[in-house]
């Protein structure tokens, strides 16, 4: 039961590390596109950029009602990152922990 726990609590780790990881390429193309160094116009790059948009618009979209854009920047992936990061670092550890002493008593 204890690898069970484990394994679940490691692919969750590793979902936040995805997402994590798209926010921070989505956020790099979005400023790619902004300055005409990535043409949307190309297919790949286009088919890039829409699945980046479908997997981080649910995780930024609570963020960005929440906190105003400052000027014409966003910071609501900083915040969301910090968040994600913050969420692998102590809360899945500890659930984790709570959980299998719970389970091996």
């Keep these: 039961m204890i690898a069970i726990i484990q394994f679940v609590f490691f692919v969750a780790s590793g979902?936040?590390?995805?997402?994590?990881?798209?926010?921070?390429?989505?956020?790099?193309l979005s400023w790619l596109v902004a300055?005409?160094?990535?043409?949307?116009?190309?297919q790949f790059a286009?088919?890039?950029?829409?699945?980046?948009?479908?997997?981080?618009?649910p995780v930024l979209r609570p963020f960005q009602r929440l906190i105003p854009p400052l000027g014409s920047v966003d910071i609501s992936p900083i915040v969301a990152i910090l968040v994600i990061v913050g969420v692998q670092r102590f809360i899945l550890p500890a659930?984790?922990?709570?959980?299998?002493g719970v389970v091996a008593v």
């Design 95 to 100: 659930l984790a922990n709570f959980l299998i």
């Design 46 to 57: 286009y088919n890039v950029v829409r699945f980046l948009d479908a997997v981080t618009q």
């Design 35 to 42: 300055f005409n160094v990535l043409n949307i116009r190309n």
């Design 15 to 28: 979902l936040l590390e995805f997402i994590k990881w798209a926010i921070i390429i989505s956020a790099v």
